[in-house]
């Protein structure tokens, strides 16, 4: 771990994701007193900007997305860490510009880390990383005074083989201990606590019953009360399953469902999650019939941005299988949907001898609960860290992705596997092997629906 002084370039700094995601949750950690010193962020994008307009961007930023009541000089004083640079990114000229001001930076305050935060479509990433002028600003290691490390976001691609062509995109621009994939939902603290509940030594007796012949079924969901109302274009090629099925929930079954990573190296922890993914029993298209469901509600198709006809899915549930001896025969049911009539985000472990269940919920509130007969145990979970809503998962994105701590970052055998399981189901929709069902807003109509045609099967 490298504790230098970090330069933030954040691409797309003047967006959505900025202003949402990334300044709140530098706002948290530099209240909080763990932002590095030596902490700097310099602001990238095509508009023209000076320092100060920039400052007032993210000073807005701030008046719109931290509900906390800030002191006016504490604000001040972390505005003056912001900078702006304007790159349009077919200029050589832009990127020379930021390469000198950053070196000029690290000559003047002391060698740096730079940490590139590419908060911009992937469409773009292609132009960007094989340009020479980005080059200049990736530095290599040691011999040249600090490390370059890279977040992106998903999506990773659209499907297995759009997935495959961003790697090899990012393999000629980086190495792997560069690069940091975020998934977000990796970062959520009760979903990190899977990991220590399972196989920490406070619960040997539960590992001992984390297994077929005690547990009946897992069932994992992810209801959401918003629609997509400021979202339609973004969201209507892609719909839910590969919003977060491909992505969130599948990574919460890889962290209930793995075996014990072999060691403590975060690269053994990505590995389990990934053999779990690749475990998955493949669906045929009997499968995909019979056991996947997918629905729209009513009034997706006036959004903005979405097409006419369209038949994206706006939820769906599936029942998967897990090709392992621990899970042979066991149902994991996933289900996600928007304009459900509750926020609701949890794992439910049905367990059969004894009877009960484990509920490791995020939503509505963080909670760890075993239900054993009458008896209720909630789990001790650490104080959260806070419950604005991403604050907490994006604080320790930025500071895992700057110390250069890779495992709550998803890799390239997680997506693949991943893009393996539901490339088949997206085709199968596509050939109307299921048919679109529709539902009310702001109901449960679709997950009552859908329950009953898998609970049949
Ligand atoms: C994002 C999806 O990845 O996750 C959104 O693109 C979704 O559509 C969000 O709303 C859910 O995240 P959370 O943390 O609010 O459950």
């Known amino acids: 771990?490298?504790?230098?002084?970090?330069?933030?370039?954040?691409?797309?700094?003047?967006?959505?994701?900025?202003?949402?995601?990334?300044?709140?949750?530098?706002?948290?950690?530099?209240?909080?007193?763990?932002?590095?010193?030596?902490?700097?962020?310099?602001?990238?994008?095509?508009?023209?900007?000076?320092?100060?307009?920039?400052?007032?961007?993210?000073?807005?930023?701030?008046?719109?997305?931290?509900?906390?009541?800030?002191?006016?000089?504490?604000?001040?004083?972390?505005?003056?860490?912001?900078?702006?640079?304007?790159?349009?990114?077919?200029?050589?000229?832009?990127?020379?510009?930021?390469?000198?001001?950053?070196?000029?930076?690290?000559?003047?305050?002391?060698?740096?880390?730079?940490?590139?935060?590419?908060?911009?479509?992937?469409?773009?990433?292609?132009?960007?990383?094989?340009?020479?002028?980005?080059?200049?600003?990736?530095?290599?290691?040691?011999?040249?005074?600090?490390?370059?490390?890279?977040?992106?976001?998903?999506?990773?691609?659209?499907?297995?083989?759009?997935?495959?062509?961003?790697?090899?995109?990012?393999?000629?621009?980086?190495?792997?201990?560069?690069?940091?994939?975020?998934?977000?939902?990796?970062a959520k603290q009760v979903l990190r606590a899977i990991p220590h509940f399972r196989f920490g030594s406070e619960t040997p007796i539960l590992e001992h019953l984390w297994n077929k012949d005690h547990i009946s079924k897992i069932h994992i969901r992810t209801w959401e009360t918003l629609g997509l109302e400021s979202r339609g274009a973004f969201y209507d090629p892609l719909g839910t399953l590969r919003d977060v099925g491909q992505n969130h929930l599948l990574e919460m079954m890889a962290l209930v469902t793995m075996e014990k990573p072999h060691s403590r190296d975060p690269g053994a922890g990505r590995e389990a999650r990934a053999e779990m993914i690749s475990k998955l029993r493949p669906m045929t298209e009997q499968n995909i019939r019979e056991a996947t469901v997918r629905a729209q509600y009513d009034g997706y198709t006036e959004i903005q941005g979405v097409a006419a006809a369209t038949k994206t899915e706006t939820y769906y549930a599936l029942k998967a299988f897990l090709d392992t001896p621990r899970w042979e025969g066991v149902p994991i049911i996933m289900e996600a949907g928007k304009r459900m009539a509750e926020w609701r985000t949890e794992i439910i472990i049905t367990l059969k001898d004894p009877a009960g269940e484990v509920i490791i919920r995020m939503r509505p509130q963080e909670e760890m609960l075993v239900t054993l007969g009458e008896e209720t145990k909630t789990i001790p979970l650490p104080p959260a860290e806070s419950t604005a809503q991403y604050v907490a998962e994006y604080a320790r994105i930025l500071m895992d992705a700057a110390l250069g701590d890779p495992l709550l970052f998803i890799d390239t055998k997680e997506i693949d596997a991943a893009w393996a399981f539901v490339d088949p189901i997206v085709a199968g929709w596509k050939n109307d092997l299921v048919p679109l069902q529709t539902y009310e807003p702001g109901t449960n109509e679709a997950a009552v629906d859908a329950m009953k045609k898998l609970s049949a099967m």
């Open 1 to 186: 771990m490298n504790a230098l002084p970090t330069s933030l370039i954040i691409f797309g700094a003047t967006g959505d994701l900025m202003g949402k995601k990334i300044v709140p949750s530098l706002w948290h950690l530099y209240k909080k007193g763990t932002l590095p010193l030596g902490w700097n962020v310099i602001g990238i994008s095509r508009r023209d900007l000076s320092d100060d307009a920039f400052r007032a961007l993210i000073k807005e930023f701030l008046d719109g997305y931290v509900s906390e009541k800030r002191e006016k000089e504490d604000e001040e004083k972390f505005l003056e860490m912001f900078s702006f640079a304007r790159v349009a990114f077919e200029s050589d000229r832009d990127f020379e510009v930021l390469a000198a001001l950053l070196d000029e930076r690290e000559e003047k305050n002391g060698p740096a880390n730079r940490l590139i935060y590419m908060a911009v479509p992937p469409e773009v990433f292609p132009a960007v990383f094989a340009h020479r002028g980005f080059g200049t600003i990736v530095k290599h290691g040691e011999d040249q005074g600090g490390h370059t490390h890279v977040i992106i976001e998903k999506p990773f691609g659209t499907d297995r083989k759009s997935a495959e062509e961003l790697e090899e995109v990012l393999a000629r621009r980086f190495v792997e201990s560069q690069l940091y994939r975020a998934d977000h939902y990796l």
